[in-house]
């Protein structure tokens, strides 16, 4: 048995928090960008937009909601407030919002209808609520407007039910009176905890990390367990603490390689700071007429969809109402044929009664066995040799495969480093795929083979190995 390093074991030993495990488990969710640029046909407001251009005829949160569910999804991300600082809720501390509006003479929320909407479709709910306003006075005078966007994320956080996600966008531009705001994150970071303690703070937060690109492609290798330096709450941070081994001068969000050995060694701060992929269903966040035909075709969907739930990144993906309030006859068409190939793809899981055995394990709770029941928490552990361990599943009988779902137990950590996955094919073992990062999950898609026998080899690990799923479609 080789020795670990000890870098090695430091990164094994860390876990992700029980909110992170709970998103993590959301997989695929929708944001949904609607708000004043949904009527001035544009990105990014500049704030000094007339209250009464919003006035969605047909709101309908509810379909929202249902075409989401039908898509497959878990969950949706509401813009409540997007740079332009016109908010969606009814709220106390400007008058640049819904209340203000003629739209149903100022008693609309649409914060407060897509809450209830997704609640009756059983998804969860977050919002995404932008520090960046360039409407208020106050941005740019630090605390005071730090108090303004604290109050607002309190009425957000106390006013519309349990919140799954706070999305903090990165963007920090310049406000109304010309000048930037440097935001004290910590305090925002203080009020979302308080009130929403099962709430992932994500992006410019410290529980989900962004995948580096808005195009939909996760990195072959997405390691959960990353420096320090890449979450802005951390990186802030070490600025006062000169034992942290100091962050490069330029960080890359698109380096290739933000995880492994090579790159973890000489970083004497780890976290665990999972991947989101997101992107749009069309070219903008927001609904533009003339973006008819950049809605994304199925096959880039299911590609998108694969290339990040199925490689250990949660997937977010936007949808664009019009501004009569509904959603479009090809974004519709889109997320339903979505939902339907999801359903085909993973119809029946055919590993379900299946028999798993293993060349060594670290107790009899912990045998393959324990991989083939829908607990997340009942798993394979290879005890502290994981080395040239294998698990083998036997179907019981030959059908047509061409993916296998696997995933580590991350509540123990991120272990797998090297896994290569084989069927039996004419009596000898063919390699289907070979790999590093298993994480959360990993879906591994190859050309439909008439199997029996799979056998999964960890080639690599930290300080053991764990698999607590393992499917076949
Ligand atoms: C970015 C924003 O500037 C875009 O408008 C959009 O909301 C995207 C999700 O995040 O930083």
Partial sequence: MSKTPDYVKYAAGI????????????????????GMNTFTDSEWGSGNEDVDLFSPDELDCRQWAKLCKLAGMKGMILT???????????????DHSVK???WRDGK????????????????????????????????????????????????????????????????????AGGKKQAYDWQSYYDVVRELQPGAVISISGPDVRWCGNEMGVGRSSEWSVVPYYHCVHYAEQAAN???????????NPTALDLGSRSVIKDCNKLIWYPAEVDVSLRKGWFYHPSDEYTVKTL?????????SVGANANLLLNISPMPSGKMHERDIDALLSMGAQLEIDFNENLAEDSVMTDNRHLDEEHTGQHILNDDPDSYWHSG??????????????????DKVVLGEHIATGQQIEKYA????????????????VIGYKRICRFKEIRVRYFKLVIEQARCFATISKFECY
Wanted: proline fraction near 4%; glycine fraction near 8%; hydrophobic fraction near 30%.
């Fill in 80 to 94: 409540a407030k997007h740079h332009d600082g016109f908010c969606l809720w009814q709220t106390e501390y400007t």
């Fill in 15 to 34: 876990v992700p928090s029980e909110r992170q495990i709970k998103w993590q488990e959301t997989e695929f969710y929708a944001f949904v960008h609607f």
């Fill in 421 to 436: 996955l084989y069927a039996m094919v004419d009596g000898k073992w063919k390699k289907l795929e070979k790999g590093t």
């Fill in 384 to 401: 502290d040799d994981p080395e040239g361990s294998e698990l083998v599943l036997d179907i019981g009988d030959e059908y047509d495969i």
């Fill in 108 to 175: 609309g929320d649409v914060v407060a209808e897509c809450a209830a909407a997704c609640r009756e479709f059983g998804l969860k709910f977050g919002i995404y609520v932008s520090p960046w306003d360039r409407h208020e006075d106050s941005y740019g005078e630090g605390k005071k407007y730090d108090e303004f966007f604290i109050n607002q994320l309190k009425e957000l956080c106390s006013n519309y039910g349990e919140l799954f996600c706070v999305w903090f966008d990165g963007a920090c531009g310049v406000g």
């Fill in 241 to 251: 603490d000169p034992s942290l081994t100091k962050p490069p001068k330029k960080i």
């Fill in 299 to 307: 096959q880039k969907l299911m590609n998108i969809y694969y290339d």
């Fill in 100 to 102: 203000s509006s003629k």
